[in-house]
C-alpha cells in the first residue's frame, strides 16, 4: 500500500513569513550582541579565541543589521550579503563549539543551534540570489533542444 500525498503545500502567509524570516537575522544579531557584553576566556572555543571575543560579536551585529536593512529597505544584494556572512560565522562557531562540546555522552545541541541557523541564513541568502540572477546554463537565451 502506497501512501498518497495530500494537496498541501506548506506555504507561509505573508504577515506570519516575516516573522519567521526575520528569526534568522535576529538570532545572529542576538549571539553577536551577547559577543560584545564578554565572555569568560575559559567558556571560549580554540575558534572562538582566534579573534577578540568583541571582533566575533561586531561581525555578527553587522551581518544581522545588513541583513535586517536588506529586508526593510528591499535590498536584496545587502540582504544576501549579510545572510551569507552571518551564515558562514554561525557555521564556524557551531564547528568550534562541537569540538569542545560533542562527547561520548551527548552535549550536540548548542552546535545543532549555531549550525541550524547558520544552515538557514545560507538557505536563504541562496534562494534570495536564485529569485534575481538567472541560472548559469540561461545566462544567454535558453533554447529547448528537440
Known amino acids: 500500500m502506497r501512501i498518497r500525498r495530500g494537496q498541501w503545500r506548506p506555504l507561509i502567509p505573508e504577515r506570519w513569513r516575516t516573522v519567521v524570516v526575520g528569526v534568522i537575522p535576529l538570532s545572529?544579531?542576538?549571539?553577536?550582541v551577547?559577543?560584545?557584553l564578554?565572555?569568560?576566556s575559559t567558556a571560549l572555543t580554540q575558534i572562538e579565541l582566534a579573534a577578540p571575543i568583541w571582533v566575533w560579536g561586531l561581525a555578527l551585529v553587522?551581518?544581522?543589521?545588513?541583513?535586517l536593512v536588506g529586508y526593510v529597505g528591499r535590498w536584496r544584494h545587502v540582504a544576501i550579503g549579510?545572510?551569507?556572512?552571518?551564515?558562514?560565522?554561525?557555521?564556524?562557531l557551531s564547528a568550534g563549539i562541537a569540538v569542545e562540546t560533542i562527547?561520548?555522552?551527548?552535549g550536540f545541541r548548542w552546535p545543532w543551534l549555531y549550525a541550524a541557523v547558520g544552515i538557514a541564513s545560507w538557505g536563504a541568502a541562496l534562494g534570495y540570489w536564485m529569485q534575481v540572477e538567472p541560472?548559469?546554463?540561461?545566462?544567454?537565451p535558453c533554447r529547448r533542444e528537440v
Open 28 to 32: 545572529v544579531l542576538v549571539v553577536g
Open 34 to 36: 551577547d559577543y560584545l
Open 38 to 40: 564578554g565572555e569568560s
Open 62 to 67: 553587522v551581518s544581522g543589521l545588513l541583513t
Open 82 to 92: 549579510g545572510l551569507h556572512v552571518g551564515g558562514a560565522l554561525m557555521i564556524t
Open 103 to 106: 562527547d561520548g555522552d551527548g
Open 135 to 140: 541560472p548559469p546554463e540561461c545566462v544567454q
